[in-house]
């Protein structure tokens, strides 16, 4: 069968950054609705039209893929606005209640990159902005989606985030 909206692909690939430096391996074939939200726009052209077996090498910059980096989206909140166990990498969907930073996207991810005894950075960019990266994808299945999958445009609940946007959040953190 050949990839074309819509299917589910099922792939393995190799995610490096722009120096070849490892980020990500999907060792074990997973599935992603093709045509909707699984993957990102430029990872769903360049399958298109192949089929099982084949091997793709992209090279994607930060606008194909995760956006640039906006220094912008960085803020500092106050340490008593968090739960005692916090973690340098947990992920908030949204700020705190009781954030003092005004103008941030009240629905973006924001990452913990430093923890002090007063205050907390947080990170509303994907981990992956501003990056260019290499891809190394192989197809290896092919198949047609059922009518749940075509309307709800993913294959579901998928663990893997990397390559369709933001990390999913739930209120609270996540590890």
């Known amino acids: 069968m050949i990839i074309a909206d819509p299917c589910v692909v099922s792939l393995t690939w190799t995610l490096s950054d722009g120096q070849n430096r490892p980020i990500d391996e999907l060792p074990q074939p997973v599935e992603f609705f093709f045509g909707g939200n699984d993957l990102l726009a430029k990872v769903e052209e360049a399958l298109a039209g192949h089929v099982t077996g084949d091997e793709l090498q992209l090279h994607l910059e930060p606008e194909h893929a995760f956006g640039d980096y906006h220094a912008e989206l960085v803020c500092f909140e106050d340490r008593k606005l968090f739960p005692e166990q916090l973690e340098t990498g947990m ?3 949204g700020l705190p209640k009781g954030h003092a930073t005004t103008d ?5 991810v924001y990452i913990v990159t430093e923890i002090y005894p007063s205050h907390v950075v ?3 960019n994907h981990p992956l902005a501003g990056m260019s990266l290499r891809l190394a994808v192989k197809v290896c299945d092919v198949r047609e989606a059922t009518v749940e999958e075509i309307e709800a445009k993913s294959v579901g609940a998928s663990p ?3 390559l369709a946007g933001a990390p999913a959040a739930t209120p ?3 590890h």
């Open 91 to 93: 992920a908030f969907e």
């Open 104 to 108: 941030m996207p009240a629905d973006n």
């Open 122 to 124: 947080l990170d509303g």
């Open 160 to 162: 893997i985030t990397v």
């Open 172 to 174: 609270g953190a996540l």
